[in-house]
């Protein structure tokens, strides 16, 4: 179906986050009537395009056209007033106002200039049905809801404004697998009524189901638009690849083969319903990759080791004894000796506006310290040392953590645990946002500490990585190990096939963890 | 769950407030020498409409999850400046009410401006602010005195009927004009929805600064109503450090007891006006068991702790540590 003028249509739009390309040149056409699905993999700029077609961000080139006529959005709410509305994964709901309230929430009813409640229900429990979701009441407060109805709601919230255009990030993602088949068919009733839906997910069988269209997206470009069914899963996956390849990554050494226990051994740990049943084991020298798509349960999974996760079940051993780690406290303590490297630096890594050095001792305070009174030789010959070991630029101890760049900040919270000489070392994402040549020297830093001997789980969004750096990775899917894959098995291909749960015949016989 | 159940999931902090104040002032008035009278009652009110007043402007800020410290200083603020305008004949008597809620209106402007576009922090803003409201007060009032019309005086600290309180219908009727055309604006679920989660307010395109700066103005409005009746009952102005701090660390403790997370996004102006009024029990309530008054501060202080802690058991309930930093 090819119309003269597209619903809407984007060219050329770019947009930068710092020194990286989030979109770059993307373009893309939705028609009206139509289902257009958006894939590639993490970083690729799904979610930057969203964000700029909604007017959450706004590109630094390029121009959108909807009906034709150029338009740009100041607001989300702009974007909201010319029809282009966006269920976002990261939920917008207010948790302690009431259904109905959120879903009237940018434009309630009123009458004498307050807000009409009688008449808010009433819309309220209209969008609720046309979402499927009519067991859900208009007058229960949304933090007291489960996520997978809150997902609902989300959605009843974006079809009360009346959208022509609907984008769903993710949107099945919380949801269980009864209300996911209720969203296709809502979903399958808007196409009928004209609607364009935007629908990005990782979940492949859900785009070859719904989408009428598929666009690629890889490294914030758009590298091909085909009509769902005309190409396989396989070659899907290959067009979401192509990275160049740089040789950044130090040699990995072979495991050495002993009778000691692993240094640290999971057996069945499950929390809520974000982990399932995870087994593993870490050995000294080995370092363990985490993939998978985002939010598949890897960040919980690091949580729940350091002892941040409450009501864990499952086993944890160390060195063969088993454990039971119940704060960062007792899992950095000498006989466990874990560290986590955090996720955002910027709250949970740094104190940023405290001094280097106070970053750099604040976990290691105990080795520097002699009843309660900290050794100020002791802490600043340690503190030398580390500055050298990771060639940390820095002006001098004395200046705020905040001050250094950011691949400089990131070096003083690996250094800031390196000082209590960590035997397991646990990272969540430690490279995002940092410059080329600082994740080369984390990279070789973490080669250096397996050889030493220290057993590393290592998380990474960036395939690339766990491919240069990793002895085995273990693929998270929905809060469980999805497979395990060893040596050369670890292929970029590999990766993202397991990662999407594509069960195909080119990837090699794959053991899955556990059994 | 029935329709009713899900209204008082969504007024829990306020019903809370009430029962609480219930329960506080029967055991008040069923321990007093004199019983339950209308002239016990009118004194219960008159004290408690005071720091009801401030109690409600105080909600109104923390619903958007920040706080007001300037409170009791416009309430003395607009307490010195009514004992020199409200006085004269009823023409120059309305004026001067006029006069003095839009300087309590004014004050909270001020807080408003630099706090949202000043983007100050409310805590460090209010107090900055309310240190310079007690300076003008100071100025205005270097000794107690002045005076006030005392037949309004009369009238609205008095019974009407016999036995209603004219202060509480007063706080009625603010409630009425105030409180409830706001919690039903959009500014007013703007507001809230602020304080629940500012980032998913500015994704659903909420007005937030608007409503944030809606909510000082009308604290400051509030607490200038408070200092209006402060004057009402004391006949004079007095530029009083010590009351004024009081004022404003009561308006917070009102404002938990009355059910309004310090975190915002939830309760009422109305909780918070029952919080205000059960306060106020719980410190008289030694006065009847015939204590020592020396008792009252350690005496509230427990009672206050008690209450708080009641709003901290929630976070057993959480199952990620790093949940109870955010």
Redesign the interface.
């Known amino acids: 179906m090819s119309r003269a003028v597209p619903l809407f249509r984007m060219e050329g739009v770019s947009k930068r986050y710092g020194g990286v390309r989030a979109l770059d040149g993307a373009e893309l056409t939705v028609n009206a009537g139509q289902i257009h699905g958006i894939l590639g993999e993490n970083g690729a700029g799904k979610s930057t395009l969203i964000k700029i077609m909604s007017g959450v961000v706004e590109p630094d080139a390029g121009r959108m056209m909807l009906d034709g006529k150029e338009i740009s959005f100041a607001s989300p709410a702009a974007a909201n007033d010319a029809g282009i509305v966006c269920v976002f994964q990261e939920l917008s709901l207010i948790p302690h106002l009431s259904v109905a309230d959120n879903i009237v929430i940018s434009n309630p009813p009123k009458r004498f200039g307050m807000i009409d409640r009688r008449k808010q229900r009433a819309i309220a429990k209209e969008a609720l049905a046309r979402a499927g979701a009519a067991d859900i009441h208009p007058q229960a407060l949304v933090k007291d809801l489960p996520l997978s109805r809150r997902q609902m709601v989300e959605i009843a919230k974006a079809l009360a404004r009346k959208p022509r255009i609907l984008i769903l990030d993710e949107a099945t993602s919380a949801l269980t697998a009864s209300d996911v088949s209720k969203v296709f068919s809502v979903l399958k009733r808007l196409r009928e009524e004209g609607l364009a839906l935007l629908y990005i997910s990782h979940r492949m069988h859900e785009i070859a189901e719904l989408a009428d269209m598929c666009t690629v997206f890889r490294n914030g470009s758009n590298v091909a638009s085909f009509a769902t069914g005309t190409k396989s899963g396989n070659e899907i996956v290959e067009m979401m690849i192509g990275r160049e390849y740089s040789n950044v990554f130090p040699a990995k050494t072979p495991p050495v083969l002993s009778e000691k226990p692993p240094v640290v051994e999971c057996r069945h740990l499950a929390w809520t319903d974000q982990l399932r049943d995870i087994s593993f084991s870490v050995r000294a020298g080995e370092v363990i990759g985490l993939g998978g798509l985002d939010g598949q349960g890897q960040r919980e999974l690091l949580l729940a080791l350091f002892g941040v996760l409450r009501g864990v079940s499952g086993q944890v051993l160390i060195e063969g004894q088993p454990v039971g780690i119940g704060s960062p406290r007792q899992a950095k303590r000498g006989e466990i000796g874990m560290a986590l490297i955090p996720e955002d630096r910027k709250t949970e890594g740094l104190l940023l506006p405290m001094s280097v050095r106070d970053n750099l001792s604040f976990a290691a305070l105990d080795r520097v310290s002699r009843g309660g009174i900290i050794d100020g030789t002791a802490e600043k010959s340690h503190i030398d040392e580390m500055i050298r070991l990771l060639a940390i630029k820095t002006a001098g101890t004395d200046i705020p953590a905040g001050a250094l760049s950011g691949g400089n900040q990131q070096k003083i919270v690996i250094a800031k645990w390196l000082m209590n000489r960590p035997r397991i070392i646990l990272l969540n994402d430690p490279t995002r946002g940092i410059d080329v040549g600082t994740k080369q020297e984390i990279y070789q830093l973490l080669r250096k500490l397996a050889d030493e001997g220290a057993a590393i789980v290592f998380y990474s969004t960036d395939y690339d990585e766990l491919i240069g750096c990793c002895d085995r990775v273990l693929v998270m899917y929905d809060g469980g190990i999805h497979r395990e894959l060893a040596g050369e098995e670890i292929t970029e291909h590999a990766l993202i096939a397991s990662a999407l749960n594509v069960e195909e015949a080119s990837v090699d016989r794959t053991r899955v963890a556990g059994a | 769950?029935k329709?009713w159940k899900?209204?008082v999931?969504?007024q829990r902090g306020t019903l809370f407030a009430f029962v609480t104040f219930v329960v506080m002032f029967t055991i008040y008035v069923s321990n007093h020498p004199a019983g339950f009278t209308a002239n016990v009652v009118q004194t219960a009110a008159n004290k408690g409409v005071l720091l009801a007043f401030v109690a409600m402007a105080q909600a109104l800020v923390v619903i958007t999850a920040g706080i007001d410290l300037s409170v009791g200083m416009i309430f003395i603020l607009t307490n010195c400046l009514a004992s020199w305008i409200v006085v004269g004949t009823p023409l120059e008597t309305a004026l001067g009410i006029v006069g003095v809620l839009l300087a309590g209106l004014a004050c909270g402007a001020v807080n408003g401006l630099i706090v949202i576009y000043g983007r100050l922090q409310p805590i460090v803003t209010t107090i900055a602010t309310g240190a310079i409201f007690f300076g003008i007060a100071l100025l205005l009032r270097p000794f107690p005195g002045g005076g006030v019309n005392e037949d309004l005086a009369d009238f609205l600290t008095g019974k009407i009927w016999g036995v209603v309180p004219v202060s509480l219908l007063v706080l009625v009727a603010v409630v009425l004009l105030v409180w409830v055309?706001f919690s039903?604006?959009?500014m007013g679920?703007a507001a809230?929805?602020t304080?629940?989660?500012e980032?998913?307010?500015?994704?659903?395109?909420?007005p937030i600064r608007r409503a944030k700066f809606l909510t000082y103005t009308l604290a400051g409005l509030l607490a200038g109503i408070g200092g209006l009746f402060l004057t009402f009952f004391t006949y004079t102005g007095e530029a009083a450090l010590a009351s004024g701090n009081a004022y404003t660390l009561f308006s917070i403790a009102a404002v938990v007891l009355g059910g309004v997370s310090l975190y915002g996004?939830?309760g009422s102006a109305i909780g918070a006006v029952f919080g205000a009024l059960a306060f106020r029990a719980i410190g008289d309530l030694l006065f009847v068991f015939d204590l020592d008054p020396l008792w009252q501060p350690l005496f509230q202080g427990v009672v206050l702790l008690i209450a708080v802690s009641l709003g901290a058991f929630a976070l057993l309930r959480?199952?990620?540590?790093?949940d109870w930093f955010t």
Not at chain 2, 199 to 206: I, R
């Open positions: 769950m329709d899900y209204w999931a969504e055309p039903r604006s959009v679920r809230y929805a304080g629940s989660s980032a998913a307010a500015y994704m659903s395109g909420m996004g939830t959480v199952r990620n540590k790093l």
